[in-house]
């Protein structure tokens, strides 16, 4: 009878041990997943620069590249810095912005010899 006896308590103290891990483990992962809600929603606003010069071939692909990236709309902007183009870089980038308010043109008109152009490859 105390072989039974004994046999019983080792198998309740093994239940409750195995329902105490399984209580730690689950509370441990919606911590963990807490955490990794709370620090996505912690990203940082970012300002993405493009030096553009004569772009107009290419200006088009790198905008709707930038455009569908998976980052918070919000927390982003895109710059297109043209640099003195002469082609319709300039306009590929307006119309880029009717879609998109988060991109910014700032163009760049005055000729200075400490200010030289962006370098075409």
């Not at 990236?69 to 895109?78: D, M």
């Amino acid at each position: 009878m105390s072989l039974e006896i004994g046999f019983i308590l080792l198998l309740s103290v093994l239940f409750i041990c195995y329902c105490s891990l399984n209580f730690l483990i689950v509370k441990g992962l919606k911590k963990l997943l807490f955490l990794q809600q709370a620090s996505s929603q912690e990203k940082p606003q970012i300002s993405i620069i493009v030096a553009a010069r004569n772009e107009e071939a290419n200006i088009g692909r790198c905008l709707q590249s930038l455009v569908q990236q998976n980052y918070p709309v919000g927390l982003f902007e895109i710059v297109i810095a043209d640099d003195r183009s002469t082609d319709g870089t300039a306009a590929i980038v307006r119309n880029y912005q009717l879609r998109y308010p988060y991109i910014k043109l700032v163009t760049v008109n005055r000729i200075s010899s400490d200010l030289p152009p962006r370098k075409m490859h």
